[in-house]
T-cell receptor, first 112, second 114 residues
Framework: RKEVEQDPGPFNVPEGATVAFNCTYS??????FFWYRQDCRKEPKLLMS???SGNEDGRFTAQLNRASQYISLLIRDSKLSDSATYLC?????????????FGKGTTLSVSS | DAGVIQSPRHEVTEMGQEVTLRCKPI?????LFWYRQTMMRGLELLIY????????DSGMPEDRFSAKMPNASFSTLKIQPSEPRDSAVYFC????????????FGSGTQLSVL
């Protein structure tokens, strides 16, 4: 089983739609969770961290379910500019300063 | 701030040749990471350094790959000899661990081994 698994998509939605991405992770001791965004032919960039209580940043909502080892990202009122690949990222609970593990990403295409 | 700087942006080489990728992290960051990205495998961690010391190199595919960080402002990833299956985008990223997990990535090096 891969450490971080995502549905690769693509998700094709019209502007204004609400879309949700899911991600599962295998290491139950993982301590930190993130969503990164990667535009075509560009480097990944941090979109938002994911907290146990759930957190929201404008149109974006991230949630964590530790019991099910499941992370989600909800995008409301999709914009054309949201088209990108969304990477689910997990930090394993190992020694201090461990590296992030990336999922393969879910591709979103928003059309007008 | 200039961000993480990688060079070259593109590298095309023939099988068997040596390839050296370069990275300058953001000034003040104490951790540096090398990742490789392909369509099939996504982003894979190759190696990372903390305070210029290699911490985990278990992701390095084989002995043909080596990485160094001689000082806080420079790192190299070398492939010798290169093979077609090494073709990928190689990203360098840096962070300051004590203040969280945000990684800052460079623009990547697109490597093609013919």
């Amino acid at each position: 089983r891969k450490e971080v698994e995502q549905d690769p998509g693509p998700f094709n939605v019209p502007e204004g739609a609400t879309v949700a991405f899911n991600c599962t992770y295998s290491n139950s001791a993982s301590q930190s969770f993130f969503w990164y965004r990667q535009d075509c032919r560009k480097e990944p960039k941090l979109l938002m961290s994911v907290y146990s209580s759930g957190n929201e940043d404008g149109r974006f909502t991230a949630q964590l379910n530790r019991a099910s080892q499941y992370i989600s990202l909800l995008i409301r009122d999709s914009k054309l500019s949201d088209s990108a690949t969304y990477l689910c990222v997990v930090k394993p609970l190992l020694q201090a300063g461990t590296a992030l593990i990336f999922g393969k990403g879910t591709t979103l295409s928003v059309s007008s | 701030d200039a961000g993480v700087i990688q060079s070259p942006r593109h590298e095309v080489t023939e099988m068997g040749q040596e390839v050296t990728l370069r990275c300058k992290p953001i000034s003040g960051h104490n951790s540096l990471f090398w990742y490789r990205q392909t369509m099939m495998r996504g982003l894979e961690l190759l190696i990372y350094f903390n305070n210029n010391v290699p911490i985990d190199d278990s992701g390095m595919p084989e002995d043909r790959f080596s990485a160094k960080m001689p000082n806080a402002s420079f790192s190299t990833l070398k492939i010798q000899p290169s093979e077609p299956r090494d073709s990928a985008v190689y990203f360098c990223a840096s962070s300051f661990m004590q203040v969280g997990e945000k990684l800052f990535f460079g623009s990547g090096t697109q490597l093609s081994v013919l």
